[in-house]
Every structure is written in C-alpha cells, then in structure tokens.
C-alpha cells in the first residue's frame, strides 16, 4: 500500500525536485501528485500587517485550489502554498506537512497542534546563501560597488568616490554586529572573521561557538550593539520581541556614521525612521534587501536614495538552497513512514 502525497512547489522550489528527492529516499512506497504555482513571477501575500486568511503570513496561492490538489493525501510538501485552520478542516486525511521553509509562516500551527497534523520545517536551508549576500551586501554598501557601478552606467565617472570625505574605511578597520546568532548569523560571523574585522554578537538566546570565542568574538548586549558598532547586520526571526525592533531610538543610538544590513525581514525594522535617520546624515548608508512591502512601491524614498544599495529579496536564490530543502523535506517523509520521530518538528 502507497502513502499519498501531495507536493505544491513553485518556480524556485520546483514540485518536480521535491518528488525526485522522495523517490530516492521512499521508493516505491508514495504515490506522488504535484502542482506549482507562479512564485517569484508572481509575489507573496503578506500578512504581516493582517493577513485574508487567519493565522498565516506570507503565502502564494488561493485556499480552494490548494484543498483539491492535497486532497485524500496524508502528507503535503509545500513551500509557500497556505494551510489555515479551516483548510485543515476539509483535509480530515492530512497527518504531515513538510513546510520547505525556515519558519512556517504559511501554516496556522495553532491549527495544525489541534488537530493532530504534524509539521516540520526546513531550517538553515538558506544559511549559507543569505550568509554570503550579507557579507556581499556589507562590501558593496562600505565600499562603494554599488554606487559606482550606478554612476558608470549612467555615464559619470565618479573620481569623487575617492575623496576623504567620500570613502569609507575598510572591515578590517571596523567593528561589525550581528543581530542573531541562528544558522544564518552563526555563518555571518565565521565568514567575518576572515576579513579581520571585530565582531560582536546579540543574541539572548544562544551562546557563542568556542571558535568564535577563540577568535575574539564578543557576546553584547542590544544597545552593545547599536551603539558601538560601525555595521549592523540583522539576523533574527520576527517574533512580538524582533517586530520594530529598529525604530527611531535605535537609530539614534546607533554610531553616527555607522550602517545598516537588512538580508533578514522587513518588520524588523521601521522603515520611515531608517529614512529620516538616512536623510539627516546620522547613517552612512544602508543595504537593504527586504521590505515592509513587496515589490517595493514606486513612490519609496528608498529607490531615490543615494546612500542606499536595494536588492529585490533575493538573498536565499540559489541551487544550494534548492537541494538542501528538497532533501531536508524528503528525510522527513521517509522518517514518518518509517514511524521514526522527525528531525524538525514545528
């Protein structure tokens, strides 16, 4: 007898990867349906300031479709496709969700523990990706790629990027904290090191790596951190705690002159007081990858801003992250059959 499953992939994360991972690990044991949706042709719904369907954020596609494709099947492999509590509802046969994400924000888990679903997750499956665009993003931001990459296609031939009073200084000059220490800011700080800069950590949650200890690496406090800090880069989840967690004082209390990076989330940080802290001269600049909305509105200071380098939130786009989900997701169908405890549970 064959497990159902049913696989809702994208454009990225391809349904017909996710079933070719399965295979090698189940074999014959699943009978296998697929569908994908348009992401990232077509954006996300977000919810993160209220969402049309209760207790899920950031999602692709419409709840209706989403309960025929899953069907009789006891499990679903999804990566944005939406499960609310009312969709779970109408799948009385679904018992697992492999959610190929680092968090499940497309799933009501609520929902999910009170009926008895089980649901895993992917995490650290983009680390080394959003790793290296972060350290990217520092050096573009500090060193000026951006910008004279920008002026030369427009035809200046910015000799003033030379000045003094224009340049920056070099990382290995500078102090750089990291705002979380999960599987992506523990990447971060080793690729750091290599650059000779200091590095300092916040996270109240986690200890350093006794290599980070070895080499100088300091756990602050979150003032620590803004206030002595020539780059912050931010690495946490959004959680009640990390929502707005960059307002107006925190800019304020970070060092004049200083940067910031944002490869994380959007709600992490309150867009309008990073404007008016870019706009007054107490921030250098800033590289930003994610946003309160997006795509980005036409209407955003931020797209006009001179001291600003913007990338459309893809800092997780790479093959790696592809195959490191579709296998992490694939062990965990294999461990439910085999009645093994999950390696990820939510």
Aim: hydrophobic residues 40%.
């Amino acid at each position: 007898m064959t497990t159902e499953v049913a696989i809702i992939g994208d454009r990225f994360m391809l349904s017909e990867t996710f079933e070719s991972y399965i295979r090698a690990v189940c074999g014959d044991k699943v009978s296998v349906r697929r569908m994908d949706y348009d992401w990232p042709d077509a954006p996300l719904e977000q919810g993160y300031k209220g969402s049309r369907i209760e207790g899920i954020q950031e999602f692709q596609g419409d709840p209706d479709e989403v309960v025929a494709h899953i069907g009789r099947a006891q499990v679903a492999v999804i990566h944005h496709a939406p499960l609310s509590g009312e969709m779970m509802k109408a799948l009385p046969d679904l018992k697992l969700v492999a959610v190929s994400r680092g968090g499940p924000v497309n799933v009501d888990m609520a929902a999910a523990q009170a009926q008895g679903v089980t649901v895993v997750n992917t995490p650290g499956r983009n680390a080394s990706a959003v790793a290296e665009f972060a350290i990217g993003g520092i050096i573009a931001e500090v060193r000026n790629l951006a910008r004279g990459h920008e002026a030369l296609r427009k035809g200046d031939y910015r000799t003033d990027l030379y000045r003094a009073d224009v340049t920056g200084d070099e990382l290995c000059d500078m102090t750089v904290g990291v705002i979380g220490y999960g599987e992506i800011g523990k990447r971060v700080v080793t690729l750091l090191r290599a650059f000779g800069c200091r590095i300092i950590v916040s996270d109240p949650y986690v200890q350093l790596t006794a290599e980070d200890l070895r080499a100088g690496v300091q756990m602050v406090s979150f003032d620590q951190i803004l206030a002595g800090s020539d780059i912050v880069t931010l690495h946490p989840r959004v959680t009640e705690e990390t929502t707005g967690m960059m307002d107006a004082t925190a800019f304020a209390a970070m060092k004049p002159g200083s940067t910031l990076i944002n490869t994380a989330r959007g709600p992490l940080v309150d867009y309008d007081a990073l404007i008016a802290a870019l706009q007054s001269g107490h921030l250098r600049g800033a590289m930003l990858e994610t946003f309160p909305i997006e795509p980005v509105p036409a209407d955003s200071p931020l797209l006009t801003m001179p001291n600003v380098t913007l990338t459309p939130h893809i800092a997780g786009a790479s093959l790696r992250t592809v195959r490191v989900a579709a296998s992490k997701a694939a062990e965990e169908v294999r461990r439910w059959l085999e009645d093994e405890p999950p390696l990820n549970p939510c």
